[in-house]
């Protein structure tokens, strides 16, 4: 995951393209925008030329957690109500489109992106016992930094945002 996400940051400086980031529980998947239909305006779709930026399904026994912009994600997904029981397409979209939901995490052709946190575990031994809960932990930066993380102590739903460097 974090060479694919260093892989889409880079390439979104040097092609001056927009690309993007979906995570769910289950997987991750990249986007791109794509500005090149003159007679529709940019849409995102997904990237699916490149193996390495192709959906990507978690192993089972991961736990992922993602927060953005210091909002946990998942928790804000589980909260949302739904206003509709069914959903309604207000556009008619052609047959050779697939309607794709904006990226949660957007990598600028400027270098930008937004400010995230994703952490793994994976337990690592039979033991339930809180001195054994570890995580990794990938952070993004709006400047385009990206710092890595681990193994850290603590629950990754608890503490994938803690600041570790007051802890030294």
Do not use: C, H
């Amino acid at each position: 995951m974090v060479a694919a996400i260093e892989l889409v940051r880079d390439q979104s400086v040097i092609t001056n393209q927009e690309f993007g980031l979906n995570i769910d529980q289950d997987g991750y998947q990249f986007l791109r925008l794509n500005e090149k239909e003159q007679d529709k305006p940019p849409f995102w779709e997904l990237i699916e030329d490149n193996p390495a930026l192709a959906r990507y399904e978690f192993a089972e026994g991961l736990e992922i957690n993602f927060t953005l912009d210091g909002e946990n994600v998942f928790s804000i997904a589980e909260a949302e109500v739904q206003i509709f029981e069914q959903e309604l397409e207000i556009f008619e979209l052609d047959e050779k489109s697939k309607k794709v939901d904006p990226p949660q995490i957007y990598f600028l052709s400027t270098g930008e992106q937004n400010k995230f946190s994703i952490g793994i575990s994976a337990q690592e031994n039979d033991s339930d016992s809180a001195e054994d809960l570890r995580f990794y932990r990938v952070r993004g930066f709006l400047t385009g930094n990206l710092e890595y993380e681990g193994p850290l102590e603590g629950s990754v739903m608890q503490d994938v945002d803690r600041d570790y460097k007051d802890d030294a």
